[in-house]
């Protein structure tokens, strides 16, 4: 049984700091590419942060470059967000997200998400 738990979040002050946490497990953890999503209210889902398999490669949006890193631990099969000077903006659910493609299917597994809230 496929599971991702994501843990971590919470209410901070602007310019605060969260680290989220997603425990996987159910799947190998290794061969999937890890990213956060976060959906604001009355907003789509959109991708926060991504990290290839290995770890070797990272992207992130725009809004959060130099704010936020993402990182893997392939032992422990988590993945991890570093949120640094948060903003008001970066209030929503956080989701965690596995994917893989293969040729013939593409794989995708998502945790249930975990809030963040930045406010004074």
């Known amino acids: 049984q496929v599971q991702l738990v994501e843990s971590g979040g919470g209410l901070v002050q602007p310019g605060g700091s969260l680290r989220l946490s997603c425990a996987t497990s159910g799947f190998i953890f290794s061969i999937y590419a890890m990213s956060w999503y976060r959906q604001a209210p009355g907003k789509e889902r959109e991708l926060v942060a991504a990290?290839?398999?290995?770890?070797?490669?990272?992207n992130y949006a725009d809004s959060v470059k130099g704010r936020f890193t993402i990182s893997r631990d392939n032992v422990k099969n988590t993945v991890y967000l570093q949120m640094n000077s948060l903003k008001p903006e970066d209030t929503a659910v956080y989701y965690c997200?596995?994917?893989?493609?293969?040729?013939?299917?593409?794989?995708?597994?998502w945790g249930r998400g975990t809030q963040v809230t930045v406010s004074s």
């Open positions: 990290i290839t398999n290995l770890g070797s490669s990272t």
């Open positions: 997200n596995a994917a893989r493609k293969t040729s013939t299917f593409n794989y995708n597994y």
